[in-house]
């Protein structure tokens, strides 16, 4: 044991468990504002504002995950990186034209002359929806393993789209916790609609990735794994579950409850996202580079493990500050 | 026709970064400017001072969407486009960049929302907080970027193993020789870039006859502190000058348009300079001016660029140089003459007004111009004397580059625009709460007086 730690040779699971925890922030937490932002296109003109200001304080942080995710990969896997990057260019490129218009339209509309207002509304939508397709693509492009088939390219739509509609699920869900009123009814809808979608999804990916791969599908289903692997898909259909009984019968009275759907669709993005990570580990890139392979020298990956593990927990804190400071309901955002 | 894509990803890699940096320039330096409004807002409890600080926190706040948006393209970029350069030196500049996320990025982005939201949520002390961790946020990011922007031209504190760097010393890597020389001019430049753009702004405000007490306390700041930031600019840039003589000398050739190593060389005001004909065309001279700022002797040698056996282009260089110190030497009149009418008259003939307008985005085109001049000058390293651009380049048709730059190119001309026009229209309706009518300005300082006195 002393030996492995000596050598560094654990370092690029560390950053592989840094990395992924990243993703897993960044879906959750910049899922719940492009889901929102997509959720705008249904909504009412005054709607509009308070569900914007719901996400106002948060959204330049939870953007900054993907950017850690994506620099851990530069970072710590340099050689997966460029692979990956350059399988993905279109979708990455189109994924940047989304968040370009979503994050400056953000700001724009309200400080752009009012008749401009509604165009950038409709960039934010747009942007919004444009980023989480392609994000939806690359997922499933990549569990796919960048197979350019048609079945392929087929396959990476429909998780396109069903990433797209988690994100509205969980995007709905905020608002159900952020707002009150017809608006947080209109949320309950939403939340049920994309709920069904996002777990067409989910199945999809869960029946596929086994079936293209044997090595998936033995890790899952040979004897004595599968018993110690059971509490994942079952937790998940529960959480599933329990998040159809409570959204059937939102809103409850003195709106008790109103955070209960965002975190049973936490905790499904968390299960889901542990048994993806079950499925590809210990490969970084599917079938063709794993973990070690793609990794920086161990010396690298010391210095900045040292620095993440010094600057995460205040990073932690300040983040929840910010989520204390702007808690309850959301109110109009003022800068005076 | 055959797309190359090496050309393509270099257009688009220089046009994403020459968007973004604009960006970056003005936030460093207003995050500063705007704890400044906030200081003097707490110890005299002038209501001024804070619609200072409200005004352009919303300035700060689209700047800052926008750098955000344009820096993550470009974190991007280096693996869809340069997958080379993290291959070769990606044990370098990885732990500089996770650096800069960690203990920059997430600061500033998550302290914005209380900083620019906040003010009547949180204690008056803790709004004050937020915003100092945003200026340090923005001014560490900073710091990090351009420590391994210096190390590409100055590598040091490393070795190569099986064509991998590999590093010696994080000290030395850190604090390479033109680290603080460029950090040091940097930020001067994004303290320029912000003052003339908040006197830009405050002068169009008054312009537009909204003479409201912040828009003279904005104007005032903007504008002396141009003042004193020129000068001491002027004197780093020249330093930088000397640490780019001793370190990049064909790049000091190319921005004085010295084809010949000489001693006595003349300083170039103006030429055409032709690489074919390896002369300069149309020179205007001064006499061994030249020698005598880089050398501080009047016959001090300037290595030439027929000594070398890669240089950069030219022409490019030569220009770009000259814009900025152009550039420089109008901001220096502009705001000295304008910190001595101000002294004089306490306020600024309307001529004067529509020159600090004119000069509102002059800090930009000077800090890209002089991006342009370090950044052209390396070429062709991509890190000088490990990796060359080329060789960094990945696997990428020219056909999506050109698709793809194509749109960067549409998002960013029509970004930029709207950017301009969308800070002129806040400051035009500023002072009038959207409308044209004064009573209804008085009112809204009322509202707001009511405001601030119940969150304190």
Known sequence: MQQVFADGNWL???????????????????????????LIDNAH?????????????????????????????LVAFPAAHGLILTELYLPVAIMLFGLIFRGVAFDFRSKAPYQQKWRWNNRFFYGSLLTALAQGYMLGFYVIGFDRSWAGILFSCLIAVALASAYCLIGACWLIMKCEGGLQEKAVKWARYHLVNSV?????????????????YDKWFSFPAMLALVPIPVTTGLLVIGLFLVLRHMPFPRDRYCWLPFALTIGVYVFSFVGLGYSFFPYIVPEQMTITEAAAAPASLRIILAGALIVLPVLICYTALAYFVFRGKATELRYD | ME???????????????????????????????????????????????????????????????????????????????????????????????AYEVLTAFFLEATFLGIMLFGFRRVPDWLHTLA??????????????????????????????????????????VIFNPSMPYRLTHMLLASGLTASFLVAGLSAFRILRDDRAAAVMKALKTGVYLAAILIPLQMFAGHEHGLNTKEYQPAKLAAMEGAWETRRGAPLVLFALPDESERANDFALEIPYLASLVVTHELDGEIRGLNEF???????????????????????????????????RDRALPEYWLLALVGMTFMGCVATVAGWYVTEIGRQPWLVHGVLTVHDALGPVSGGMVLSTLLVYLGIYAFLT??????????????????????????????????????AE
Not at chain 1, 13 to 32: H, P
Not at chain 2, 318 to 339: C, E, K, N, Q
Not at chain 2, 448 to 454: C, E, K, L
């Open chain 2, 417 to 454: 625009v709207a950017f301009i026009a969308t800070l002129f229209y806040m400051a035009g309706k500023a002072g009038y709460g959207g409308e044209r009518d004064p009573e209804r300005q008085a009112m809204v300082g009322e509202e707001r007086m009511t405001v601030i006195g119940a």
């Open chain 1, 200 to 216: 067409v999804g989910l199945v999809a990916v869960s029946v596929v990735t086994p079936l293209i791969s044997d090595r998936i």
């Open chain 2, 131 to 172: 915003t100092i961790l945003v200026a340090l946020g923005t001014t560490a990011s900073a710091f990090w970027i351009l420590v391994l922007n210096s190390w590409m031209h100055t590598p040091a504190g490393f070795e190569m193993i099986d064509g991998q760097a590999h590093v010696t010393s994080w000290m030395e």
């Open chain 1, 12 to 38: 690029p699971y560390a950053f592989a468990f840094l990395m992924g925890l990243s993703v897993l922030i960044y879906t959750a937490l910049d899922g719940y504002d492009l889901g929102v932002g997509m």
């Open chain 1, 45 to 73: 003109w005054h709607e509009k504002d308070r569900m914007i200001a719901s996400i106002g304080p948060f959204w330049d942080a939870n953007e900054t995950w993907l950017i850690l995710g994506v620099g851990l990969l």
């Open chain 2, 309 to 343: 056996e890669t240089h950069p282009p030219v022409a490019p260089v030569f220009f770009a140089f000259r814009l900025m110190v152009g550039i420089g030497l109008l901001m220096l009149a502009v705001s000295w003459l304008g910190s001595y009418l101000l002294l």
């Open chain 2, 3 to 97: 797309l190359d894509p090496f050309l393509l990803s270099r257009i688009q890699f220089a046009a994403n970064i020459t968007f973004h940096i604009m960006f970056p320039s003005i936030t460093i330096a207003m995050g500063w400017i705007l704890l400044f409004f906030k200081v003097r807002y707490n110890i005299t409890r002038d209501q001024a001072w804070m619609q200072a600080y409200f005004f352009f926190t919303k300035v700060f706040a689209l700047s800052f969407a926008v750098g955000v948006v344009s820096g993550v393209t470009m974190s991007f970029q280096f693996g869809t486009n340069w997958p080379g350069f993290m291959l070769t030196v990606g044990n370098i500049a990885g732990p500089l960049l």
